[in-house]
């Protein structure tokens, strides 16, 4: 079985902010940064509403709006021990273009997931990315 997710591609005038990620499934990593993404949850209404939940959680803002979503989707399979502890081969997720509206003062890491939330120019991004994120970055902004 496949978990279905969804992440963000967020942007204000010419940055995009990445989340630095530092606990996963297994446990602490070695961080990286990422679009923030996650997991759908049965109590989500929809893939816009799982986005806005995951975005709070993620980044403690509420000041998000949602553009549209993206064709290409980020695909990955799980290793054993993670596909053990959460009963998923792998995980798709659906991107979707998403705009900042606040003045950053909101933006803080909600828990030991994440340590650092931060804007970067758009030519900076891809090298810092998971690779499956990256493979999407490159395919959908060159």
């Known amino acids: 079985m496949i978990r279905m997710a969804v992440g963000a591609v967020i942007q204000k005038d010419d940055k995009l902010l990445l989340v630095h990620k530092v606990k996963g499934a297994q446990g602490k990593i070695k961080g990286m940064w990422d679009f923030p993404k996650g997991g759908m949850e049965p109590q989500d209404k929809s893939m816009e509403a799982a986005l806005l939940r995951e975005l709070e959680e993620e980044t403690g803002s509420?000041?998000?709006t949602i553009t549209k979503p993206f064709k290409d989707r980020i695909a990955f399979r799980f290793d054993a021990v993670t596909q053990e502890k959460l009963g998923f081969e792998g995980q798709e997720t659906t991107m979707f273009l998403v705009?900042?509206?606040g003045d950053g003062t909101d933006l803080k890491p909600q828990d030991d997931e994440i340590d650092d939330i931060r804007w970067f120019s758009i030519d900076d991004v891809a090298p810092l990315l998971f690779p499956e994120a990256?493979?999407?970055f490159?395919?959908?902004f060159w």
């Open 62 to 64: 509420t000041k998000f």
């Open 99 to 101: 705009e900042y509206a």
């Open 134 to 136: 990256r493979v999407f």
């Open 138 to 140: 490159e395919a959908t």
